[in-house]
């Protein structure tokens, strides 16, 4: 599975950015999708995942009701649609691929800067 994220940026407070992670070479054991964040000086922590089939989403605390993670139909591409962004959210978001109980897969992951 090979994961390439892009839509990362720079933006103000309250503004929303959409974030996509391509997917190609999907292995059947791959199930789901999720994305993490990782702010400077600190460890990387789930953000959002789903589920290639079904409609099974989950959240963080810190982003349900201001992101919605969501895959397309050909279940190529995921995205992550983050609204109302705080300086909080400041972090590299990475894509992640589930497999056989794990998080096994990983892009290069995506800079966003939310300035106050």
């Known amino acids: 599975v090979q994961l390439q994220a892009s839509g990362g940026g720079l933006v103000q407070a309250g503004d929303s950015l959409r974030l996509s992670c391509v997917v190609s070479?999907?292995?059947?054991?791959?199930?789901?999708m999720g994305w993490f964040r990782q702010a400077p000086g600190k460890e990387r922590k789930f953000v959002a995942s789903?589920?290639?089939?079904?409609?099974?989403?989950y959240y963080a605390d810190s982003v349900k009701g201001r992101f919605t993670i969501s895959r397309d139909n050909a279940k190529t591409t995921i995205y992550l649609q983050m609204n109302s962004l705080n300086p909080e959210d400041t972090a590299v978001y990475y894509c992640?691929?589930?497999?056989?109980?794990?998080?096994?897969?990983w892009g290069q992951g995506t800079l966003v800067t939310v300035s106050s």
């Open positions: 992640a691929g589930r497999s056989l109980g794990r998080w096994a897969y």
């Open positions: 070479r999907r292995t059947g054991t791959n199930y789901g």
């Open positions: 789903i589920v290639w089939s079904g409609d099974s989403t």
